[in-house]
């Protein structure tokens, strides 16, 4: 079963491979510089589940690597962050996403980026509550700590009395939630095709945020 798993992030990788050239002849006379790790999990839970369905044991593994690339000096710059997890028994937990894919050019007074990225609005809230931009991958960790890479386009207006952010994000992403098989999960658990939208627009809705 957990290499059956490997099927499902199939199609993934191979538009990652399609990505990678891409971004290697944006400059091919100064190659970029890659870094990131590869992780194994092994979880083991001492007592039985309410569930018989989950399991006591479970084995994982990840690799998210980092592509940064410079161009035009330290002007312009891409990053490239895919993520990878595959898991032995929970179908929702093996999954891929594009942490970032993000071309950015800074000049004196502004920045402009544009792409998929996340955004941590530092804060001492356990919670960090005012996150908003990005969606959280719960199947990652119970902590919300995790986040969804998310398509943007950032302008932000560097002064003396602040920086003023400004974000236009089309499409909406969905909270990630464990399968039947997986543990830690909610109780019941949450379906995901059965997702109700505000907007009649439903994923491609296109938001829009402000900071100061």
Not at 43 to 51: I, L, V
Not at 128 to 156: C, R, S, Y
Not at 197 to 211: F, L, M, N, P, Q
Request: aromatic share 12%.
């Amino acid at each position: 079963m957990f290499f059956l798993c490997l099927k499902k992030i199939r199609l993934y990788l191979l538009s990652t491979v399609v990505l990678l050239p891409c971004l290697l002849v944006i400059n091919p006379v100064k190659a970029g510089e890659w870094s990131g790790f590869v992780s194994a999990e092994y979880r083991n839970f001492p007592h039985d589940s309410a569930d018989s369905r989950q399991y006591n044991n479970n084995f994982s593994f990840v690799i998210e690597p980092e592509y940064h690339h410079k161009i035009n000096g330290s002007y312009e710059s891409i990053t490239f962050t895919p993520f990878i997890r595959v898991d032995q028994h929970d179908n929702e937990r093996t999954h891929f996403d594009i942490r970032e894919l993000m071309w950015q050019k800074a000049a004196k007074d502004w920045e402009l980026r544009v792409g998929i990225s996340k955004v941590f609005w530092g804060v001492t809230e356990s919670q960090h509550l005012v996150d908003v931009i990005n969606q959280t991958d719960l199947v990652e960790a119970p902590d919300g700590e995790d986040k969804l890479g998310q398509p943007m386009i950032n302008f932000a207006l560097v002064r003396d009395w602040g920086t003023l952010d400004f974000f236009l994000l089309p499409g909406f992403r969905e909270r990630t939630f464990s399968e039947v098989e997986g543990r830690l999960r909610t109780s019941p658990r949450v379906d995901t095709e059965q997702a109700v939208y505000e907007s009649s627009h439903g994923k491609r809705h296109v938001d829009a945020a402000i900071r100061w």
